[in-house]
């Protein structure tokens, strides 16, 4: 048995007036997901447990398997483990977001999506300037799928910066950022080491030439997400194969990593809507002939949500749908036997244009036995299935093991 997981990250969404109480995804039109779900079946899977700030970093955990609660302990150490960095006991990382500030408001929180060079030299200059005042008890170091993502590694021996409160900030868009900044003990240090990167970023030529480009600034840099390392159990241990995962988002891939997953590196990925949608597809595929799992994880519907633009988050959609869904299609009928699981983390809402807990579709479809499912893949139509996960980390269990009977 073959299995393959899609995830269409911040596919989910709230009703929209605009569409006449449709949400995107009902709107849309997904031919080879609506195929899929009437051979298949449908529900609604809450990977959000209570308590938690929904983001990828829950919903994927949650999706991949891993309980939240017993697993995470921040978005900052995932991250690390796709740079190869190995935190010590008394290290602690960082997300380090380059945001783009308008007067008192946090404008961009991607900084206009800067490019991985620009946001190399940022930084570079940051971690000379830091290395200048004494001791390197801070690095910072670029992302590799995005510019705008990046990670922070610092000494934290009295793990006192496990408490501070920060904040996301494509929550705090268009809003007043200092309103957002860290709070709780040890919550100065980060303050004042974002307000020193905003004097630093001020007047560098990374920022002028933008400037002249007609390009939004890095203004700063934002500190979240933080956690120390974590250990979970491998897929190998919990299912007896190896997989594999396909991804632009480092997050992603520092789940597989600590899963025991391989990472496939396809060319072309960007984590944004110009990425390598059939690409992704292709490598999946390719990994099937030697593995027996893969996971296919697609950015775009969550960035169209997050600047709040429906008609572009529809149209990821519908390009996820024709070029990744629609390739695996004609490709995966070389295996005699598969299934696939169409899945979202988390709503990503145009409306509030940040996410959102709420429940979520997936669809499930095996090969060796077709069911009669809804016709359309919505929201709505995985609802009146009556099929609710309400602790989404058991999905995938459900996923694999009705495989082996």
């Known amino acids: 048995m073959k299995y393959i997981v899609v995830i269409l990250d911040g596919m989910g969404d709230e009703p929209v007036g605009s569409l006449g109480g449709q949400t995107p995804l009902e709107a849309a039109a997904t031919p080879e997901m609506d195929y899929y779900s009437s051979h298949g079946m449908a529900g609604l899977s809450c990977n959000i447990p209570k308590g938690f700030t929904p983001g990828t970093d829950i919903g994927c955990m949650s999706i991949f398997g891993y309980d939240p609660a017993v697993y995470f302990t921040g978005r900052g150490p995932l991250e690390a483990a796709e740079h190869g960095i190995k935190l010590e006991a008394n290290e602690i990382a960082f997300r380090c977001n380059l945001v783009t500030l308008e007067g008192d408001l946090l404008e961009d929180f991607s900084a206009d999506h800067i490019s991985l060079g620009e ?232 409306e509030s244009r940040t996410h959102a807990a709420g429940p979520v579709p997936f669809l499930i479809y095996d090969r060796r036995k077709e069911q009669k499912g809804p016709k359309k893949f919505s929201e709505k139509t995985a609802g009146l299935s009556g099929r609710f996960i309400e602790k989404g980390y058991e999905l995938m269990d459900a996923f694999i093991k009705e495989g082996t009977k």
Request: charged share 25%; aromatic share 10%; hydrophobic share 40%.
């Open 119 to 350: 946001a190399r030299n940022l930084l570079e200059s940051l971690n000379e300037k830091l290395t200048a005042k004494g001791p390197a008890k801070i690095c910072f170091y670029p992302g590799h799928g995005t510019g705008y993502r990046n990670l922070m590694v610092c000494q934290d021996p009295a793990h006192d910066m496990d408490r501070i409160v920060c904040t996301p900030p494509h929550d705090v868009m268009g809003q007043a950022y200092q309103n957002f900044f860290p709070k709780g003990p040890e919550a100065k240090f980060l303050i004042d080491l974002m307000e020193e990167s905003r004097e630093l970023f001020k007047n560098h030529p990374v920022n002028k030439k933008r400037l002249l480009d007609g390009k939004g600034q890095a203004s700063m840099i934002w500190c979240w997400g933080q956690g120390h390392s974590p250990a979970f159990p491998s897929y190998f241990k919990r299912y007896g194969f190896h997989g594999a995962v396909i991804t632009a988002v480092d997050l992603v891939k520092g789940i597989a990593i600590h899963a025991g997953l391989d990472v496939i590196r396809v060319p072309g990925v960007t984590g944004y809507f110009d990425t390598n949608y059939i690409g992704k597809a292709e490598y999946a595929v390719n990994a099937l002939r030697s593995r027996d799992f893969v996971i296919v994880h697609i950015e775009s519907p969550d960035e169209a949500g997050h600047i709040g633009n429906l008609k572009l988050k529809i149209k990821a959609i519908e390009d996820v749908d024709r070029l990744v869904i629609g390739t695996l299609r004609k490709s995966l009928s070389e295996f005699k036997d598969y299934r696939l699981m169409i899945v979202s983390d988390h709503q990503t809402c145009v």
